[in-house]
């Protein structure tokens, strides 16, 4: 099929991994690019082909280290310096996404200040999943795409046929998206009460819903240190669940985070491939299951290249 312009695909270096996937779903090549590193430990990406009148995408999640933005950043740059006909920034996990608002005085809006950045560096257009919080597309004066992962967790639910199935959200703040699997699914929801000690250490848990008798799985978008989803996991567990898998988009999986979902009572975790699994060598990786979004992302480029609406694509 002829285009009036180009489609290329390029990867920054800490999401190859899903950029090739992404390209092979397209049926087509990732693009040449690389990666010039000063001694002091400065960094120079560059387009190893040319860009000039083609729609380039790249493929970048903006996880731990600010590297990772950073180099996203350039490689917007210097497509754009390239003279590409549109940039696009294809981001899974958007990181600083927590750093939604002012929540205490004197705090930066982290997610505002990203986006702003994402704008300089000249990106035309953003495709992300599943936002920490939704109102985080009206920080950009560019379309944002927004995709669902709970277009791949939803049929692996289904799939798994699990009796007297219930779905709990790990806190208040999760409880559209819970609600959400919950009305799909037809299943009922629980809702899992905390109180924060402080960032990263909860203090008191409790449960909203019937537990007992129920296989109970748990829905979040990110997962960080684990303390949450570990502690409501055993929980539910103490409340009579017959058993409790959880589903994160987004698996950060910082600190002790590995270990703590091992000791859990967790019987299955359940990810996708925005952020690749980082555990130390030797670590149990047997609780995890990873669900690919490259087909996601993949469909949605060439509907946004080929002008085709997205509308009810990839969304519940």
Known sequence: MEYD???????CRSSKYLAEKIAKSLCTDLGNSI???FSD????????????GATVCIVQSTFPPTDNIFELLLMIDAAHRASAYKVIAVIPYFGWARQDRKDRPRVSIGAKLVANLLTAAGADRVMTCDLHADQIQGFFDIPVDHIYASSIFLPYLRDLKIENL????????????ANAYSRILGAPMIICHKSRERPNVVGSMTAIGDVAGRNVVIVDDMVDTAGTITKCADMLMEKGALSVRAICTHP???????ERIN???LSEFIVT??????AAEGTDT????????????ADIISKVYNNKPISGSWTF
């Not at 950060?252 to 985070?257: F, P, T």
């Open 263 to 265: 000791k859990s009572a």
């Open 252 to 258: 950060v999986l910082s600190g002790n985070a590995y």
């Open 273 to 278: 491939d925005t952020i690749p699994l980082r």
């Open 166 to 177: 219930s779905i709990a959200s790990p806190d208040m703040g999760g409880a559209k998206r």
């Open 35 to 37: 990666v010039t590193t």
């Open 286 to 297: 047997s609780k995890f299951t990873v669900l690919s979004v490259a087909n996601i992302f």
């Open 5 to 11: 312009h180009q489609l290329k695909i390029f990867s």
């Open 41 to 52: 430990g400065e960094f120079q990406p560059a387009f190893d082909e040319s860009v000039r």
